[in-house]
């Protein structure tokens, strides 16, 4: 019976018992079946086996609209399929999705470029490729491999547990002990972000390549920062005539343009002798020779840092891989056969050669999956036209390569998409940047008949209160495009007497435990200072017994009387110079416990503020607030002792590390509990609710421009094999621009423009069931300049009366 190595597709006019035993006797010897009938199949998996082999997507039923001539059985193995005809009746009549059926069976003799709207499943038919290619060349492909790239860490994560939970369900429903193996050999499997491949690969590659031995992949942010501050100084020197021009500018402000323009340079992966001839044409206050001069210095200074470390960073790595491009197969001893590469539309110009490379060098089949629409990180260098680019590299290689679209929608219902549709193809004709082709249209698979679809309304503070009440208890999220605009969102739901689960980047060094403990720390450096004392005394670790206005009216600097006043109600040890500082900070923290005062003062302090309000909300934000306080101090402490784990902290060594990550960091992110009862609004950007869905979106701000004069650009553009930085710079009063801005600068509004409506493309298309938009009169109709103008497009959308 069972010719199928991995999957039967199987249609029955009618659905009966002795068919059901079937599918069970395929699903127990480890086929995945897809039933289709007439009937709904769903109707007859009373089984208690068949429930959980169609929770586990190993029975995929699908009602099909009757066809007379469709009169006898239909079986496919393997996706072999002879029928084409019926299956694309099955796509067009049913939620059977044969562009993800073609994708997951297909032979591998060609690179796969996928193009998957959002919404369309594009996790699980990566996840299901992988899973036929393991089924169908059991003995002789193993998962070690598989390269999967994803564009985050936490994509990695997520993609290897739903690899695994994928083998688990096979294990569970079959007890066959292949897939406990399969299990083992994921081990082995290397699924993380491009960056991590890198050292990955050199670990592997790295002498056959003729790098270094053992040469290290790292970062040197740090390294280049110091570097940059020696140039300065070496020009500063060399060039004081230039360098007068440039006098009045902080040291900072300086330093920071250079690792921007560096930054730049880096993301398009330029060789060491090309960023040496990067052409930074003219301006009157000759700052194209103050930053050539910098560059060029720093460039050199970490290159032989780097060559005497015997380490290079990924963007070296990628910018050499052309040196090394006739390197003979058989040098090679990676095992290497499948590359999947998740949000393609994500790389850079640089990391796209290096994927071509890979599957060129080892021959192997290319799985490229993204979205172009989606594609939102152009200041981290990604770049739109990544497919484009991948086609070419492609053809230049004569490698065979086959385009696919995902158009089935499983997250939208119904009428938003109808609305969706509608609206991204005016944007095709507005926005020069903005494609949306037949292949692009969204198709629903979900009918959601209560759906409110997606309206506009004036979202100011009288709204927005009997908005926050009503929609309460649902899964809400309010998009944003800046962390400030989330901050002020935050503001407003939080003064409506709403509580918020703010996702914000690299907020951890700002965020309440982090604060509250740099007090701490404070208390012992300035303990004479009364603003810190003060702020101090209000914090977790105080007592927080003297109000503002006491304080205020004590402050006399001279007689030192608001320290006399906090010592008398302040008692905390001296910090003896004997002591390790971090050892008695942690002790602090184990007798005063912050965490719990915090979420004391909390509930006391909202009862006060909201009278009115559930006190049963109040009381879970406060227990949420009093764990993710503990989590994050904990994390604080741990970060501490990693950093001082070689020598006997000074408490004025930890209070110098912490007030430089207090005002630098922006990496580390604060944990954040997961909100199970839904009493918190969600509050983010956009770019942090990317891969996220969510049954009603918000989006109160769409009326800030999309192009700004007072913020400093970059441009760096190629031309005929050579660079070109164009830069526009504002600092403190004074404005510089060079020739080359000026040249690009209308091609580079157009770019803006087109990223801020794929932005708008990907909060949208996060709803599932409304989408309510902050609406204005003031829509431009002659040009696109802000969201407001976009989600207009041209036509009111207005607000039902029941939504308030």
């Known amino acids: 019976m069972n010719e199928a190595l991995y999957s039967v597709l199987w249609f029955v006019p009618e659905v009966n018992r002795e068919i059901m035993d079937a599918v069970k006797r395929y699903i127990m010897k480890g086929n995945k079946v897809f039933l289709l009938s007439f009937d709904d199949p769903a109707e007859v998996i009373t089984d208690q086996y068949l429930n959980q082999a169609s929770k586990k997507k190993l029975v995929n039923t699908f009602q099909i609209k009757y066809n007379q001539e469709l009169n006898k059985e239909l079986l496919i193995y393997d996706g072999k399929d002879t029928h084409h005809k019926w299956l694309t009746y099955f796509d067009h009549t049913s939620s059977f999705n044969l562009s993800q059926y073609i994708l997951e069976h297909k032979e591998a003799r060609s690179h796969s470029l996928v193009k998957a709207g959002a919404g369309t499943g594009k996790t699980t038919t990566m996840i299901n490729r992988i899973a036929f290619l393991k089924h169908l060349h059991q003995s ?112 900072h402000q300086m330093v920071k343009l250079f690792s921007q323009m560096m930054e730049q340079i880096h993301n398009k992966a330029i060789s060491h002798k090309d960023i040496l001839r990067i052409n930074y044409g003219l301006d009157e206050k000759q700052f194209h020779f103050y930053a050539q001069f910098i560059i060029r210095h720093v460039t ?178 309010f998009l944003v495009r800046s962390n400030r605009q989330a901050t002020e969102t935050v503001r407003r739901i939080e003064r409506a007497g709403y509580f918020c689960e703010a996702d914000l980047s690299g907020s951890f060094y700002r965020s309440v435990p982090v604060r509250e403990f740099y007090m701490l720390v404070r208390r012992f450096t300035h303990s004479k200072v009364p603003k810190d004392r003060f702020a101090f005394h209000q914090s977790s670790y105080g007592e927080n017994r003297i109000d503002i206005m006491t304080f205020i009216n004590q402050l006399d600097y001279e007689k030192n009387t608001t320290i006399n006043l906090l010592d008398e109600v302040e008692q905390h040890p001296d910090m003896n110079s004997s002591e390790n500082a971090l050892q008695l900070l942690e002790k602090i923290v184990e007798t005063t416990d912050p965490a719990d005062i915090y979420r004391k003062r909390f509930y006391q302090e909202k009862r006060l503020e909201f009278p009115n309000q559930d006190t049963s909300i109040i009381k879970d934000e406060a227990i949420l607030r009093y764990e993710e306080y503990k989590a994050n101090l904990e994390h604080l402490l741990f970060i501490l002792k990693k950093e001082f784990s070689d020598i006997t902290s000074s408490i004025y060594d930890i209070e110098k590390f912490l007030s430089i990550k207090v005002a630098t960091d922006t990496s580390e992110n604060e944990w954040k509990k997961r909100d199970e009862k839904l009493h918190r609004f969600k509050v983010m950007t956009v770019h942090k609710a990317k891969g996220l869905e969510f049954d009603y979106v918000i989006l109160p701000s769409t009326e800030m421009s999309f192009l700004h004069d007072h913020f400093t650009n970059h441009l760096l553009v190629q031309e005929q094999g050579n660079w070109n930085y164009g830069y526009d710079v504002k600092w403190y009063g004074m404005n510089f621009q060079n020739n080359l801005f000026n040249m690009n600068i209308t091609d580079e509004n157009a770019e803006t423009i087109g990223e801020e409506t794929r932005l708008l493309y990907v909060a949208l298309t996060r709803a599932k069931m409304s989408v309510l938009v902050h609406g204005s009169d003031h829509m431009n109709a002659s040009r696109v300049e802000c969201w407001n103008d976009l989600v207009e497009s041209g036509e009111k959308l207005h607000v039902q009366s029941t939504l308030l």
């Open 140 to 251: 002789s492909v193993d998962l070690k491999e598989f390269v999967l790239i994803t564009f985050t860490n936490e994509a990695s994560i997520h993609m290897r547990s739903k690899l695994m939970e994928k083998f688990k369900d096979y294990y569970e429903l079959t007890r066959d002990k292949k897939y406990l193996e399969w299990l083992e050999e994921m081990s082995s499997m290397f699924i993380g972000t491009i960056h991590a491949f890198a050292s990955y690969f050199l670990a592997h590659e790295g002498k056959s390549l003729g790098f270094p031995h053992l040469i290290e992949i790292r970062s040197y942010r740090h390294e280049q920062r110091k570097q940059i501050e020696k140039a300065i100084d070496k020009f500063a020197s060399e060039y004081p005539d230039v360098y007068q021009a440039f006098k009045r500018v902080p040291h």
């Open 300 to 477: 050199s200074s970490l290159l032989h840092l780097k060559q005497r470390e015997g380490t290079m960073e990924v963007h070296d790595l990628i910018s050499r891989l052309d040196e090394v491009r006739f390197l003979r197969e058989n040098e090679l001893t990676l095992p290497l056969k499948y590359v999947f590469v998740d949000e393609f539309q994500d790389t850079d110009e640089s990391q796209v050669r290096y994927v071509s490379w890979l599957a060129s060098k080892y021959s192997a089949e290319l799985f490229a999956v993204g979205d172009v629409k989606q594609s939102i990180y152009r200041f981290r260098g990604a770049d739109y036209t990544a497919f484009n680019q991948l086609i070419y590299q492609l053809e230049l290689n004569q490698e065979p390569y086959i385009e696919y679209s995902l158009q089935k929608n499983y997250r939208s219902t119904t009428l938003l998409l109808a609305q969706f549709n509608q609206l991204f193809e005016k944007w095709d004709e507005r926005v020069k940047r903005f494609t949306y082709q037949k292949t692009d249209v969204l198709k629903p698979v979900i009918k959601g008949e209560d759906s409110e679809g997606m309206n506009t309304i004036r979202l100011d503070d009288t709204s927005l209160k009997p908005l926050l009440k009503r929609l309460y208890g649902n899964e809400v999220a």
